[in-house]
């Protein structure tokens, strides 16, 4: 059973930090694309992020370019989102999804198949 689980959320501090994990059962992260979203209340699903399976193609959202870094570990089928400098902003549940790609990815929800339950992040003071 192919399965996405994020993990990492939580309550954070303006200017804190938090890592979100996205790990896959049931399928090999190897050859898949992995996209972080989120989605504010009130607000639709937003790219933030994407790793190619070759690691070629970290695309970021304009609003998290400088703050957040992504990055993925194939031996423990883990891909991470590193958020700093975090700002009310940024509170949103954060999804992570795959999609079977070689070299790219991209920051369109319409283009993955598989999707995690999400983790809320909440950005106050």
């Known amino acids: 059973q192919v399965q996405l689980v994020e993990s990492g959320g939580g309550l954070v501090q303006p200017g804190g930090s938090l890592r979100l994990s996205c790990v896959a059962s049931?399928?090999?992260?190897?050859?898949?694309?992995i996209g972080w979203f989120r989605q504010a209340p009130g607000k639709e699903r937003e790219g933030v992020s994407c790793?190619?399976?070759?690691?070629?193609?970290?695309p970021y959202a304009d609003s998290v370019k400088g703050r957040f870094t992504i990055s993925r570990d194939n031996a423990k089928n883990t891909v991470y989102l590193q958020m700093n400098s975090l700002k009310p902003e940024d509170t949103a549940v954060y999804y992570c999804?795959?999609?079977?790609?070689?070299?790219?990815?991209?920051?369109?929800?319409?283009?993955?198949?598989?999707w995690g339950q999400g983790t809320q992040v909440t950005v106050s003071s």
């Open positions: 049931g399928f090999t992260l190897d050859f898949y694309a």
């Open positions: 790793i190619s399976s070759n690691v070629d193609s970290t």
């Open positions: 999804a795959a999609v079977r790609l070689g070299g790219v990815c991209y920051l369109n929800e319409y283009e993955y198949d598989y």
